[in-house]
């Protein structure tokens, strides 16, 4: 499906109001799913619709005061266009207030597919869930131009389907080609790749 008609479908129980600008008022804010270095991400329960989302918040004075504000626009850049990507947490709209930037999305009604505390996965899970981050990547690289950058277990959500929602592009970039890398050494500690890492290390992957 089409990213624009995939995004549509997620409001598809609203009625016509929906259709105006949206603000947080449109939005009842079930819980704080996360804090992160400009803003929070709240499950949120769009009145219209009944429907759920993860809606981040950004606080554009604490962006432009640290002077981040190209990683601000890159990271919305990089998340409409994986739009559509599969096995990505979807953008569904983009609004703003005078304080903050508002990026609406997929939520994972589930949350980290390996909480904290949870038991460790089957191998067989494994290999599920690894290819189906696989084909999320390879369909970034290859038709969104989009490099992630911080593919770790807390950007790794539980879909409504059960499948792997990745999500978080904050340190994410967008490419020239399929072919394009960068160098760049960034991601969570702990789960950046060897070749990024390391110069010369060994790594599977031809690009960070």
Request: aromatic share 6%; net charge neutral; with cysteine.
């Amino acid at each position: 499906m089409p990213a624009a008609a995939y995004a549509a479908s997620l409001l598809a129980d609203a009625p016509p109001s929906c259709t105006a600008p949206l603000t947080t008022h449109d939005f009842w804010q079930e819980t704080q799913l996360g804090q992160g270095s400009y803003g929070a991400v709240a499950l949120v329960r769009h009145e219209a619709s009944g429907r759920y989302f993860a809606l981040k918040s950004v606080d554009k004075a604490l962006v432009r005061r640290r002077r981040h504000a190209a990683c601000l626009v890159d990271e919305v850049r990089a998340t409409a266009l994986a739009a559509g990507a599969p096995r990505v947490a979807a953008l569904v709209a983009t609004f703003e207030d005078e304080g903050h930037l508002h990026l609406l999305l997929e939520a994972a009604p589930d949350g980290p597919l390996l909480p904290e505390g949870a038991p460790p996965l089957d191998r067989g899970e494994v290999a599920r869930r690894l290819a189906e981050l696989a084909a999320a990547l390879a369909f970034l690289h290859e038709k969104c131009l989009v490099a992630h950058r911080d593919v770790a277990p807390g950007n790794v959500l539980s879909g409504s389907d059960g499948a792997v929602r990745l999500c978080d592009f904050g340190v994410a970039a967008c490419l020239e080609t399929p072919r394009d890398r960068r160098r760049t050494i960034c991601g969570t500690p702990g789960y950046v790749a060897p070749e990024v890492k390391t110069p010369g290390a060994n790594g599977y992957a031809p690009f960070a």
